[in-house]
């Protein structure tokens, strides 16, 4: 019971279709599996109350509400559910990112519409849930922000702009935040997760590119060194969980890459 009645705010805690288990619903599955009460929001409504239903089953207290990213009203307002109902704020878990989807690109055929778009979801809005979470952290002396980015932020032989961008920048704000709010007891670190076999990561690119589950999922595994083998969302969930626990307590400004010894094969 490692968050024992800690509140919980899991920005992205619903998932895309497709198979398996996304790192926000698995994240959610986790916590509340340690004590902790959850607010699950996501802009798919239906996607968060599947988390909260999922939560309820297994015993954990799971709220689901919807929120968008792309709007700081609606941060600013999950934030505010979630003191009024609870009284204070653990952790601001940020799980939210798009890529293809998103219209992500190789340079040459990149867009300024995809700029836009990627880095509302994957950057602004981490950004604008922490501005409004902080006062509430400062006021009460202590909080954990916990955020999903990726290798390819430090990847030079990731091909997607706005992706990359997006979440080199979630690193050097997380530091940011690290370092200007430790006075107050205050955390902040950023996952970085490999290759995972997720509806995100996988399943996209099978509605993208028309290519069977089976063959995306042969070329990931053989790009991983450990056991040539995909981690899955469990590996960032319980990355995520030691971070926002008090096992991390000393702990802040950190990138913790969660991705099978990808990042060792830099210099292939």
């Known amino acids: 019971m490692r968050m024992q009645d800690k509140i919980v705010v899991l920005i992205g805690a619903g998932q895309s279709p497709g ?3 996304g790192n926000g619903r698995a994240a959610a599955l986790l916590f509340a ?3 902790a009460k959850i607010l699950a929001v996501d802009r798919n409504l239906e996607s968060a109350r599947e988390t909260a239903q999922e939560v309820t089953k297994q015993g954990g207290e799971c709220v689901p509400l919807t929120g968008d990213v792309t709007s700081e009203a609606d941060m600013a307002a999950a934030i505010g559910f979630a003191r009024e109902k609870w009284g204070r704020i653990d952790v601001l878990h940020y799980n939210v990112g798009v890529s293809l989807s998103g219209g992500d690109s190789k ?3 990149f867009s300024e519409e995809a700029f836009d778009r990627v880095n509302a979801i994957n950057l ?3 950004i604008m849930a922490v501005k409004h979470a902080l006062p509430v952290m400062r006021e009460q002396g202590f909080g954990a922000i916990v955020a999903i980015s990726s290798v390819a932020a430090l990847s030079t032989v990731y091909p997607n702009v706005a992706y990359k961008t997006s979440k080199a920048g979630m690193i050097a704000f997380t ?3 690290a370092r200007q709010n430790a006075e107050f007891g205050i955390r902040a670190n950023v996952i970085l997760p ?3 076999d997720t509806p995100m990561a996988v399943d996209t690119r099978v509605r993208q590119w028309g290519t069977p589950r089976s063959e995306i999922v ?3 595994n053989a790009k991983v060194p ?3 083998k995909m981690g899955t969302a469990w590996d960032s969930a319980y990355a995520a969980l030691f971070l926002a626990s008090d096992e991390a307590q000393f702990i802040t400004g950190v990138a913790l890459p969660v991705d099978g010894g990808g990042l060792l094969r830099a210099g292939d």
């Open 19 to 21: 198979e398996g288990v």
């Open 33 to 35: 599996r340690e004590g």
């Open 107 to 109: 340079l040459q055929e």
């Open 124 to 126: 602004r809005g981490y």
């Open 175 to 177: 530091e940011q935040v």
């Open 194 to 196: 490999g290759l995972l």
């Open 218 to 220: 042969a070329m990931r």
């Open 226 to 228: 450990l056991r040539n």
